[in-house]
């Protein structure tokens, strides 16, 4: 049995991809919301809904006689990965990380290649795009005097509390009691939170942009699955920095982007003693 580990769009078309294969599989998610991802592609029974740690990762595998981990998780996602790998150092199980790409270079041909409504296409590269780790950027004056929208989920806005004294802090988070609450003990104004599910359309996310005067925005670096191409053109558009968080940069035995790459070890998983696991 194989082990997708899901709850992003990009493990939804692998979902697909093991689907019309016939391979058999299980998924692992986070929340009910993604459950829906599944829907028609895995038997009710084969989706495990809830936080995994290491012990119950353990437990899960042996449950379900897991063989090979696809993982899928969100390139944040580090102790999932985590865990992940180590699960399948400690049992022998094969491994192959499904990554999406950074846009980084292929962002201005993502601009183009969309047209977004209100968003003028752009020859001039990314001049209003930076990265930064978390701990850099509050260390820094960059905030100061700044509207600043943050994209990040809820669980970093704490880190945020002490910068309200210095801007004006708006956030988006997923439509949960849970992220809402987080958000409120971070200090945030309710005038200045909005709850929303993604993909958020592009003429809405520069409605909102525009609502708020946002001279920053600060999110993930999360690629096109995440909507870091339409963050990029509108920053373009409207003049305003985007700031993207680094990717947490973790050493993969193996892994791709490619969904043919990724049904092909479906199939046929990797021999684990050919991976060269991170050390622990």
């Known amino acids: 049995m194989l082990w997708l580990i899901g709850g992003t769009s990009d493990s939804a078309m692998l979902a697909q991809a093991l689907h019309r294969a016939n391979v058999a599989y299980c998924v692992t998610v986070t929340t009910e919301a993604g459950r829906s991802l599944y829907t028609g592609l895995c ?7 809830g936080c995994l740690d290491r012990d119950a990762m353990l437990s899960f595998v042996r449950r379900h006689r897991i063989t090979a981990i696809l993982d899928a998780s969100h390139p944040f996602a580090a102790l999932v990965s985590e865990g992940a790998m180590a699960t ?3 049992l022998g199980l094969d491994y192959l990380r499904f990554e999406r790409p950074l846009l980084g270079e292929q962002a201005s041909m993502a601009r183009k290649a ?5 968003v003028t296409n752009a020859d001039d590269g990314d001049a209003d795009v930076s990265t930064s780790t978390l701990e850099t950027l ?3 004056e960059r905030l100061a005097h ?3 929208l943050l994209i990040l989920g809820y669980r970093l806005l704490h880190h945020f509390q002490a910068c309200h004294a210095q801007a004006t802090l708006f956030a988006r988070i997923l439509p949960s009691p849970t992220a809402l609450a987080a958000t409120l003990d971070a200090g945030f104004d309710p005038r200045r939170i909005i709850a929303l599910r993604p993909p958020v359309a592009p003429d809405l996310e520069l409605a909102l942009w525009r609502q708020w005067q946002i001279s920053m925005v600060v999110a993930k670096a ?3 699955a995440g909507g870091e191409d339409v963050k990029r053109a ?3 558009q409207l003049g305003v920095e985007l700031v993207l968080l680094q990717r947490p940069v973790l050493c993969y035995p193996r892994q791709t982007h490619e969904i043919a790459e990724a049904l092909a070890f479906a199939r046929h998983p990797l021999r684990s003693t050919e991976l060269k696991f991170p050390a622990p």
């Open 43 to 49: 038997p009710f029974g084969r989706i495990h809904v």
């Open 234 to 236: 509108i920053a373009h």
């Open 88 to 90: 399948a150092q400690q």
């Open 114 to 118: 969309h047209g977004f409504p209100g």
């Open 222 to 224: 999360s690629g096109q």
């Open 146 to 148: 700044q509207r600043v």
């Open 138 to 140: 509050l260390q820094s």
